[in-house]
């Protein structure tokens, strides 16, 4: 019965529009945006199921005390569904669509159940939660202009006017700087703004000369309004995918940390956040030069190669990899091969913003392996991880302790 529901968080409609748990999660908390309250209304009206399994969740997360949910009950739960769309079919057999909404309801309050337990500390094999807060991130970012105005982005769509006389085109996951067929009625002095990426946030950019940006979260990206002169540069903190827009000989230069990555166009990824030992430049296609200042190191990278930078001993070092491991974040996935649990735990706590506490320092170096997806419960791999291990878990509000 578990492989029905393990690890489920979204729910597919019959016209194929997909909203994840951590949505419904945060209607009941009042947290949509406007756009998102479009879209969950949108989807509530599809059908009666819908809404009915709305209210269900509604009814259990404003309980007062959230009981257990046992396997038992949930498998009696799903029965008790089946026999209601095999009934539902007899009736009404020849309009199948109700079949397939039905379904999808039964497959809904399976979900429910998954995403609402509850583990209590002295069962075996159960995650112990004190009050479950630790959802996936979404879309969200903060522009701050050059003339010091901010603006809150993620939420609703509108158009910004630049002092240069560039339109910026904002909705709630992108920011686009729209096409400029003659650029000579544009300011030419060099006006930078900042895009910063809080933890549990992620966005993207079309920069004014094509060339596309994924943020992740806690990163901060600084660039020209216009790139003038013969090259075009940008400032990183943290971690960003880029696909570069070829312009003949004027190449895009990337200052991160210790490291300026060089390209003409091609697509890679750079991760270099302060709070982590080393930095790195993934190569996804085409070719980059990587130079470091320290050392005087130089590296010119083909698809599949990665250069790792040790910021203590100062060392660079080129390397093969899978480079989906690397850049998988931003088709909406995390690959881990063979990766310390303090190294994933960092990962995963700028995404779903919590703390990490260790009560055993021998389980940082505890190597795991898995894939996982940025919208699934967080409890869920939690829970993989004390099945295939000694490790144990106790989750404190935003808080995540971890022990042997």
Same mark, same amino acid.
């Given at each position: ?44 009206? %599809? ?7 709305? %209210? ?7 309980? %007062? ?95 910004? +006017? ?82 570069? +827009? ?139 991880? %004390? ?18």
């Amino acid at each position: 019965m578990a492989s029905r529901y393990r690890g489920v968080i979204k729910i597919k409609t019959m016209k194929d529009k997909t909203i994840s748990a951590s949505l419904i999660y945060r209607k009941i908390e009042g947290k949509l945006s406007a756009v998102e309250e479009e879209r969950f209304e949108a989807w509530l009206k %599809e059908g009666w199921e819908h809404r009915e399994y709305y %209210e269900r969740m509604r009814r259990m997360y404003q309980q %007062e005390n959230v009981q257990e949910v046992e396997t038992g009950e949930i498998q009696e739960a799903w029965v008790v569904f089946e026999k209601r769309v095999q009934g539902q079919r007899r009736i009404e057999r020849r309009q199948r669509w109700v079949w397939v909404m039905s379904a999808v309801a039964s497959v809904a309050i399976v979900i429910c159940c998954c995403w609402f337990v509850y583990y209590r500390a002295n069962t075996e094999q159960k995650l112990n939660v004190a009050v479950q807060k630790i959802v996936p991130g979404q879309y969200n970012a903060v522009l701050e202009m050059a003339d010091g105005a901010t603006y809150q982005l993620g939420e609703q769509q509108y158009f910004l +006017q630049e002092r240069t006389g560039n339109q910026i085109k904002v909705d709630s996951t992108v920011l686009s700087y729209l096409p400029v067929n003659n650029k000579s009625g544009l300011s030419q002095d060099i006006v930078y703004n900042k895009l910063s990426v809080p933890k549990g946030g992620e966005y993207r950019i079309e920069l004014e000369d094509g060339t596309k940006v994924w943020i992740n979260s806690a990163s901060r990206l600084r660039y020209p309004v216009v790139f003038s002169g013969n090259i075009r540069e940008v400032y990183l903190e943290g971690e960003a995918y880029f696909e570069v +827009q070829r312009e003949g000989d004027r190449p895009f230069i990337v200052h991160s940390g210790e490291q300026k990555v060089t390209v003409l166009g091609t697509s890679f990824g750079i991760s270099c956040y302060a709070s982590e030992a080393n930095d790195y430049t993934t190569l996804v296609s085409g070719k980059v030069k990587v130079d470091f200042e320290r050392g005087k190191q130089s590296f010119v990278l083909e698809p599949g190669m990665q250069v790792a930078y040790n910021k203590e001993s100062g060392v660079a070092m080129e390397r093969k990899v899978d480079v989906a491991e690397f850049v998988a974040w931003k088709d909406g996935k995390y690959i881990f091969k063979q990766k310390r649990l303090e190294d994933i735990l960092s990962t995963l706590s700028r995404w779903y913003d919590f703390e990490v506490f260790y009560r055993n320092e021998d389980v940082k170096d505890v190597l795991f392996s898995g894939e996982l997806r940025r919208f699934d419960d967080f409890s869920y791999l939690l829970r993989l991880i %004390e099945r295939t291990s000694d490790v144990k878990f106790v989750i404190d509000k935003k808080v995540v302790q971890v022990m042997r």
